[in-house]
């Protein structure tokens, strides 16, 4: 069958040689996957029973045998040493294994092993590929490609480029200079019989070593933090597949330095919990190195978070201005600390800070209700609408107006919530809404004279 696949293909012109490379390792990419799923587990795991998956181990178990009910852990290596008497594992010997079951145990492995090989697709060869192992081509190439290594160059490139292809690596990776440089790194120096590293040496040790380098390399920039200070800034954001993480720097007047990036997934990102991540970030930086706090200012919940800041450490932060310590602490802009100190000390500006805060709190409050795992299409629309209301007798109460009366600060934020909704509603939120059991009830409808059903309702129906 991959005999005669092959020849369709190369018998095939109608294509460009590109897409006929594609096809080709797309048929070998097939059969190689139809041939895998006929490979089993190792045969060695049926003689335990799997216990619990090992959190970040790869695929190390923690395994009960069945033959002496001895529990232990780790990977198949160790499955298979445990009970074949393999050293050198740091794992002790099974003794319920007779010698009957360990030549059993031989046979199945080595039978699973050479299954195993057989199943591997075979290399598919380049036109021009040469060396040992590989069909010469006579009478093609002249002397003067053989000097100047024509040949070996062009099944290089080839080889490269079938790594991207057959890898769907993207081209843009072939602009990153660390590309580049390993390849002439190679070609520059004597690196005969190198072997690039597997998949376990560059998840593990290489990427340890990377990452203590580059510790290394901020630590000149760490050192500084004793001298004025260093400022936490945190932002929520969510990742290409939509996964919600919280990430943390920390910055001084000498840069920024990105601290971590927390998977969120599952939580419930209320101040409890954003707390405690705060605590472990302060921890790891030294609390005496801290000297604030602060959210970045690209979502609106982010300003409302320092806002209730501002107002539950006004106290400290007053204190902290009119302290004699204070000019230790001040900025090289004089105008803007000027600034600060007035905004702080100002009762307006607090007062102003409160009202900001009591009607914008319940705008925040249905986002947070919204922003959860748990099923809430059908109440979007009611939370929506019942919010707006609220909003509108915080804002009147403030100015001191009677709810017949118009034109006062409320029309504005009015017009910003109805725009904000009329943007990111859609039809699934009324027909949800129309379709609960909840909003015909009658005393529902009778808690406020204004409600009528979904179905009596011209904005929904």
Not at 276 to 292: A, D, S, T
Request: glycine residues 6%; contains cysteine; aromatic residues 10%.
């Amino acid at each position: 069958m991959k005999t005669r696949t092959i020849k369709k293909i190369q018998n095939s012109f109608t294509h460009s040689p590109l897409t006929n490379l594609i096809i080709l390792a797309s048929s070998q990419e097939q059969e190689t996957q139809g041939s895998s799923t006929s490979v089993d587990q190792p045969p060695l795991w049926d003689f335990v029973t799997k216990l619990d998956k090992l959190a970040g181990a790869g695929g190390c178990w923690k395994f009960k045998c069945n033959l002496c009910s001895e529990t232990r852990q780790g990977s198949y290596s160790r499955v298979r040493a445990y009970f074949l008497g393999i050293t050198g594992t740091e794992i002790s010997i099974c003794k319920k294994a007779t010698t009957a079951d360990k030549l059993n145990m031989t046979r199945l492995k080595d039978a699973y092993e050479k299954k195993k090989i057989e199943s591997l697709a075979k290399e598919v060869q380049f036109p021009c590929e040469v060396g040992v192992g590989f069909k010469k081509r006579k009478g093609i190439s002249t002397p003067i490609e053989r000097a100047f290594g024509n040949e070996i160059r062009d099944q290089l490139d080839r080889e490269i480029a079938r790594m991207f292809y057959t890898g769907g690596l993207p081209f843009n990776l072939a602009r990153n200079p660390h590309y580049i440089r390993a390849f002439q790194f190679a070609a520059n120096n004597k690196t005969d019989g190198y072997v690039p590293p597997g998949y376990n040496k560059a998840r593990t040790t290489l990427l340890q070593k990377e990452k203590d380098n580059v510790h290394k390399l901020l630590e000149a920039l760490r050192s500084t933090w004793k001298e004025k200070g260093v400022t936490i800034v945190s932002d929520g954001w969510s990742d290409p597949i939509r996964k919600p993480l919280i990430n943390f720097m920390a910055t001084s007047g000498n840069g920024p330095l990105f601290l971590k990036a927390v998977n969120c997934f599952g939580e419930v990102k209320d101040r409890f919990f954003i707390a405690e991540l705060m605590k472990e970030v302060i921890n790891e930086i030294g609390h005496e190195n801290v000297v604030l706090l602060s959210v970045a200012d690209t979502h609106f919940v982010s300003i409302i978070v320092m806002l209730k800041r501002l107002k539950l450490i006004k106290r400290g932060l007053q204190a902290m201005f009119i302290s004699e310590e204070w000019s230790s602490y001040r900025l090289d802009d004089t105008e803007k600390e000027n600034s600060m100190k007035e905004y702080i000390l100002n009762d307006d500006w607090r007062d102003k800070v409160a009202y900001i805060l009591s009607f914008t709190g319940l705008i925040y409050e249905m986002i947070r209700a919204c922003d959860t795992d748990k099923p809430c299409l059908h109440l979007v629309y009611e939370m929506w609408d019942s919010m707006i209301e609220k909003v509108k007798i915080e804002n009147y109460k403030k100015e001191k107006r009677l709810k017949s009366q118009i034109r006062c600060f409320y029309d504005v934020v009015h017009h910003i919530l109805v725009a904000r909704w009329a943007k990111n509603n859609t039809p699934l939120h009324c027909l949800a809404h129309s379709l609960h059991l909840r909003y015909y009830n009658d005393a529902w409808l009778m808690e406020d004279s204004k409600r009528c059903a979904p179905h009596r309702d011209g904005e929904i129906s």
